[in-house]
């Protein structure tokens, strides 16, 4: 009976001590938010939105390999706060089909972004999809404007360690080659 009641404590205080995600507010979006479109071996699209409470908010997109030379091509898009939106205290459902179909429900969100660099791009983006929020720094856009192509924007910057760690490991094979 005392192993029952200590396992039924014991039960009871981790639900009580559980992390929750905090509520979506107009503090969520600002910072780094990364995501990629498209999945190797095709060419690989980085986005990079760069979320600011005050100033411009910028979103790059970025393709390795797509410019004259092989190197990466770049355009850059400024936020139009005019015309986008956080919908705190809305929800939207949304469906996912980078594995098995599912469905999603969040904070919808609408940003748009107008071309500033030059050269050629497609003039106007726009980020649409659901806000969702995980406990701690961490939260995910998912973006539904690329046509039947998804993109996951995740909060901070991941990609840019991602490559950090792709060049310790490049470094680690030439130690090892020596």
């Known amino acids: 009976m005392l192993v029952v009641l200590a396992a039924a404590l ?3 205080a981790a ?3 559980r ?4 509520p979506v507010d ?3 979006i600002i910072g780094v938010w990364e995501g990629l479109l498209q999945h190797p071996p095709a060419p690989i699209t980085l986005f990079r939105m760069d979320i600011n409470a005050t100033g411009d908010s910028y979103l790059v997109q970025v393709t ?3 410019a004259v030379g092989g190197g990466a091509s770049y355009i850059v898009y400024r936020l139009i706060p005019s015309e ?3 919908a705190v205290g809305k929800t939207a459902t949304a469906h996912s089909s980078i594995r098995d179909p599912v469905e999603l429900t969040a904070t919808p969100i609408s940003l748009h972004f107008h071309q500033v660099s030059p050269g050629p791009g497609i003039g106007d983006v726009w980020i649409r999809g659901i806000l969702l929020t ?12 690329f046509g039947d192509k998804e993109v996951w924007f995740v909060k901070g910057k991941w990609a840019e360690e991602l490559g950090k760690a792709s060049e310790k490991a490049t470094d680690a094979i030439k ?3 020596k």
Do not use: K, R
Request: hydrophobic share 30%.
């Open 10 to 12: 014991c039960s009871s």
């Open 15 to 17: 639900v009580a001590n």
């Open 19 to 22: 992390d929750v995600a905090p």
């Open 26 to 28: 107009l503090q969520t």
């Open 64 to 66: 390795p390999g797509a």
């Open 84 to 86: 986008s939106y956080v």
């Open 134 to 145: 995980t406990v701690g720094q961490f939260g995910s856009i998912q973006c539904t404007s």
């Open 175 to 177: 130690q090892l080659s």
